[in-house]
DNA sequence: CAGGTTACAAATTTTGACATCTGTTACCAG
DNA sequence: CTGGTAACAGATGTCAAAATTTGTAACCTG
């Protein structure tokens, strides 16, 4: 009795999304997203190697959504290096603070999951590091961020705004105040990226 | 039959200690604390109102070591007040690992009281943002760091090197690069701090 | 009466039998 | 031969009973 739909990947994702959501982590079972889809847990099995590697599938699905709508505003040359930035880094805040708002839940799950799948999160941030280069290497293109080396500056400017994206701050998220604290930082980091560097 | 040794809170803590880098913040109950004291656990219960309290108390006093020793930098006025700042945050860090290198149980079972008791946290914080903005007004004063507000500045570099205290940044402490990377966001840090404000 | 004891109720954790889940295999349909 | 099924063994999770722990009380003792 084959399934009624083909049962390709993305709907196995988009059900093991759904029983995140509505189980959380430690209870998504993969016969759970199995029986969601009227089909028998082995031909979930089919499509993916193991549970871990569901997991990480959903997971990377997940990351990738706030990468490209991210990629949009690291792009648009319409705007100063210096001000895309600060506003590229504010949409990261912006962004995971309204998942939160939105499905508690579901990003409680994800961030479990991003935690314990390293590699997923790593190519991440590497994702997110790229896109920040790229709007350094522009200010140092227009001269309007000084750098000799856009990769390590960004680096840099990720590794001073920890707080406001990484998952381990996400309980600071809620406080009313993080916003302006990001902005500041933003403030300090352009100041000095702004400065004659010492030669 | 009156315990030999007087018995005194601090005793307490010290076996608490013991038995938290023994068993863990999970399986450390107050009865294994009395045990190893000789005595029973409804003695314990004459110095600290409840385990709760006990957990608190040996967090704290974890923590005040940590604060006292930091505060012998902060205050040393024969440091240039911009080389005090890099070098305290350093501190900060090179503590941190110190804990984990020496005793990995005992700083896990601590940084799960620490996250625990979040009052406890919070003021530990507060400490080490008074730490941060005696050293940024010495800066003021000497017009080595200019700033209006000592305690906002003091914040935002706080804020700003997050990735080096905050203890849901631990894992990434092994990193080798860390020290790199802290002395890089640091030298971004004091770029900005020096660069004129604008009016 | 400060600081210890034993004894005890309520809350919590551990235990162990039982159920479910994971991952594999052998098999079937188009 | 891709994509499904059913049946299975071993790992993992669940749940109620039993044991332990928490917190309190009533009671000693120098």
Redesign the interface.
Known sequence: MPARTPLDANAILAATEEILRRHGPDKATVVDVARTLGVSHAAVYKHFPSKQALREAVTRRWLDRSRDALAVIAADSAVPPAQRLRTWLHAVLAGKQAKIREDPELFAAYAILAAAHSGVATDHVTDLLGQLTAIVADGAADGSLPTDDAQ?TA???F?????FH?L??AAEWQNPGIVT?LD??CT????????P?SP
């Open positions: 390590a680096r840099v400017v590794n001073a705004t920890a707080k990484h381990g701050h604290e500041e930082v300090l980091l352009l100041q000095g990226l702004h400065a560097t």
